[in-house]
């Protein structure tokens, strides 16, 4: 069936005997709904089609464009059939016109590269064979009517012939030139008629799709492609969203303009189309690891916090302490248990962090590091960043107004990471207020009012407006107003101050890597956690672990929260109104680093050590404020000890937690 071209009615009839064998549940689905109207899909896989007839098979691969209606006409004749078995055992059996088959190539040979490629490295080799593209909605058109096809009759031999719009000429209906039919002669009829009631319409959409930046190089500017949405397939999906699409690249002329050069510019006609929302990460956890998991934490079951702290040496391992930071740096990645009570409201899960430092402090280091960890992950700079780039903006395209992502849209169920905060103009810091507490972007622009998704973390760093000045707030130090900062459950203060036990260690640490041979360096990574491993075990924990609060930790947080109140002055009053959901969000954070599905009275103060750390509050334990000199202990679970005693006291509750 591979080296020539079947004959068509050969090719339904095939189909269709395909259809009855392995589909006919479906098909009854489909004929049993009620609504005779819809367009009804027919999701078939193609490894199934490839074990049927490897024939049928390669042709579908190689000539889409003429074998996927010839499907649909076989899904109508298969349906027939099962329709003839129904009508006389059910009520309500009713054969639809509309029903589409839809081609999925997961588990098939066609999930190779080049029938899966990046959208950048679409070429004409391409063009007319059956695709598969990986990328996220930038832009949603409207959802349009067009004219799928239309019957005319030749007024000379009264002949009738179907006309169908093509997209390479924007969805045009050109007529032929002469009359198409062909009988014992050939007429030359110039003149055609419509016939009336002929007219069908089908629903008609555009997207753009762009692909990962995380898959590029460094230099490498993500490309997009316009795809064309039809009948069932609009509106599945929207700015935002990740999704897989199989269809048949072809090309459209450009607007004719006036001195303009007239291009073919790339477009994909869309079979399938599948959101992988629910499955953004694409980190695959073996058996074995979780096993490892299980085991890592069984060893360190007499001294948990060296287990964790042998998990936070990991992360950014080329630069020397910050144990503060790191360990905030984990629990914003990991985060908290989304809550939504009776009335639907959510208050939510992802906590947001902000670095405040010097120059030098390794700020944007942490930054690229944190969004290696995350399986979904946008870096942008203030200065490089809009309103509009951050959020949403509204483009005009071909006349229409459509919306295009920003930032925190196509971060949505990850991280966004924001260098240089204070570079941002203030109307833009105020865009973003919405998008970081209620997790959504309200947009009213152009004439389309709508509300997209932002669930995503947020970690900003930024430089103190000259020099630090304990004394004064930390809105004055950054320029950042209340409201924007107290929407960030960890801010955390990295100041280079001359301490010169700190420069010591720091010197022999970094002379000592210069010196050691490359033996002593491969010792030293065997010991600790890889990106790849700790990636795996971040999505593990977010995925397994569900954290409930015990009441040994709801009271001390209670008790924490009530003396940070009494102690706030009336200024800071408001931003304490927050630390509660945050102190909740980062001790369920804890438990899961420490792979637990309770929050332990160690889970809770934990969190108070880590917003302690914070200067958006007054710190009720000794600490110098500086993040940039706390280092890795060679005891943490003896030091945890005093700092659990010291709070304890601060507390009040020494006596209920002896």
């Given at each position: 069936?591979?080296?020539a071209?079947?004959?068509?009615e050969t090719v ?11 589909h ?12 005779l ?10 490894a199934?089609i ?7 098979a390669?042709?579908l ?6 074998f996927?209606?010839l ?6 004749r298969?349906?027939?059939?099962v329709?003839?078995?129904?009508k ?9 016109a ?20 990046s959208?950048?490295r679409?070429r ?13 909605v930038?832009?949603?058109?409207a959802?349009k009517?067009?004219?799928?096809e ?22 045009r209906?050109?007529l032929?030139?002469s009359?198409?039919?062909?009988g014992?002669?050939?007429c030359?009829?110039v ?9 069908i ?10 692909e ?25 999906v929207?700015?935002?969203?990740d ?9 459209k002329w ?14 994909i006609?869309?079979?399938f189309?599948?959101?992988?929302n629910?499955?953004k990460?694409?980190?695959?956890i073996p058996d074995?690891?979780?096993?490892e998991?299980?085991q890592?934490w069984?060893?360190?079951r ?9 998990i936070l040496?990991?992360i950014c391992?080329?630069?020397f ?9 984990a ?5 908290g248990?989304?809550h ?26 942490l ?11 946008v870096?942008?700079?203030?200065l490089?960043?809009?309103s ?9 395209d071909?006349?229409?107004w459509m ?6 849209v196509?971060?949505?169920?990850g ?7 204070d570079?941002m ?7 973003i ?10 947009v ?6 709508t509300?997209l998704s ?17 004394n ?5 130090n950054?320029?950042?107003?209340g409201?924007?900062l107290?929407?960030f459950?960890?801010?955390?203060v990295?100041l ?10 720091v ?10 041979d ?12 890889s990106l790849?491993m700790?990636r795996?075990?971040?999505h593990y924990?977010k ?9 040994e930790?709801?009271?001390?947080i ?15 009053a ?14 369920q ?10 929050v332990?009275?160690l889970?809770a ?10 200067m958006t ?7 110098d404020?500086?993040?940039l ?30």
């Amino acid at each position: 069936m591979v080296g020539a071209m079947p004959a068509p009615e050969t090719v339904k009839k095939s189909f269709a005997a395909f259809l009855i064998r392995f589909h006919s549940s479906d098909l009854r689905s489909i004929i049993l709904s009620a609504d005779l109207t819809l367009h009804y899909p027919l999701i078939v896989h193609f490894a199934e089609i490839l074990n049927f007839d490897p024939g049928l098979a390669h042709l579908l691969f190689s000539h889409p464009t003429d074998f996927l209606p010839l499907f649909d006409e076989g899904a109508h004749r298969s349906q027939r059939v099962v329709f003839q078995e129904l009508k006389d055992m059910k009520d309500g059996a009713s054969e639809k016109a509309y029903i589409h088959v839809r081609i999925n190539i997961s588990g098939s040979p066609l999930e190779c590269p080049e029938t899966f490629p990046s959208i950048g490295r679409l070429r004409v080799k391409h063009r007319g064979m059956l695709l598969t593209l990986r990328g996220t909605v930038i832009r949603s058109g409207a959802v349009k009517m067009i004219e799928g096809e239309r019957e005319y009759q030749c007024k000379k031999c009264k002949g009738r012939f179907k006309v169908y719009p093509e997209i390479e000429t924007g969805n045009r209906i050109n007529l032929p030139s002469s009359c198409p039919s062909r009988g014992s002669k050939t007429c030359a009829g110039v003149s055609f008629q419509c016939i009336e009631d002929s007219l069908i319409c089908h629903d008609y959409q555009e997207i753009k799709i762009q692909e990962s930046a995380q898959l590029l190089g460094v230099g490498s500017i993500p490309r997009s492609i316009p795809v064309v949405l039809m009948d069932d397939l609009v509106d599945l999906v929207k700015a935002g969203d990740d999704v897989i699409i199989t269809g048949v690249l072809t090309a459209k002329w450009s607007s004719g303009l006036k001195d303009v050069r007239c291009d073919l510019d790339p477009i994909i006609v869309a079979n399938f189309v599948r959101r992988t929302n629910e499955l953004k990460s694409e980190t695959e956890i073996p058996d074995d690891v979780i096993k490892e998991f299980e085991q890592f934490w069984s060893h360190y079951r007499s001294t948990p916090l060296k287990g964790r702290n042998a998990i936070l040496q990991g992360i950014c391992p080329q630069i020397f302490g910050l144990f503060t930071v790191k360990l905030a740096i984990a629990l914003t990645m990991i985060g908290g248990v989304q809550h939504v009570d009776a009335s639907g409201t959510k208050v939510r899960g992802e906590p947001h962090m902000l670095l405040v430092g010097d120059p030098g402090t390794g700020k944007s280091q942490l930054l690229k590091f944190a969004a290696k960890l995350s399986n979904r992950s946008v870096i942008t700079t203030g200065l490089g960043s809009t309103s509009a780039g951050l959020t949403v903006t509204a483009v005009k395209d071909s006349g229409e107004w459509m919306l295009e992502a920003g930032a925190l849209v196509l971060a949505d169920g990850g991280l966004c990471c924001i260098d240089e905060f204070d570079s941002m103009r203030e109307h833009d810091r105020a865009t973003i207020h919405e998008a970081m507490e209620q997790q959504t972007i309200s947009v009213a622009k152009a004439g389309l009012v709508t509300t997209l998704s932002t669930r995503t973390t947020v970690f900003g760093a930024t430089n103190p407006k000259g020099q630090y000045d304990p004394n004064q707030s930390l809105s004055v130090n950054t320029t950042l107003s209340g409201p924007l900062l107290s929407r960030f459950d960890i801010v955390l203060v990295l100041l280079d101050t001359k301490n010169p036990e700190w420069d010591a260690i720091v010197s022999s640490h970094i002379l000592a890597e210069k010196s050691k041979d490359n033996q002593e360096k491969k010792d030293d990574s065997d010991n600790m956690w890889s990106l790849p491993m700790l990636r795996r075990y971040i999505h593990y924990v977010k995925q397994h672990f569900r954290p409930v609060l015990t009441k040994e930790s709801e009271q001390i947080i209670s008790s924490y929260y009530q003396l940070q109140r009494r102690s706030a002055t009336d200024n800071a009053a408001r931003t304490t109104v927050r630390m509660l959901e945050s102190l909740i969000r980062l001790a369920q954070a804890h438990a899961r680093l420490m792979f637990r599905n309770e929050v332990t009275q160690l889970d809770a103060i934990a969190a108070i050590l880590c917003v302690e750390s914070s200067m958006t509050i007054s710190a009720i334990v000794d600490s110098d404020g500086n993040a940039l000199h706390s280092n890795f202990t060679d005891n943490p679970d003896q030091e945890y000890a005093k700092q659990e005693k010291l709070i304890l006291e601060k507390l009040r509750l020494i006596e209920e937690f002896p």
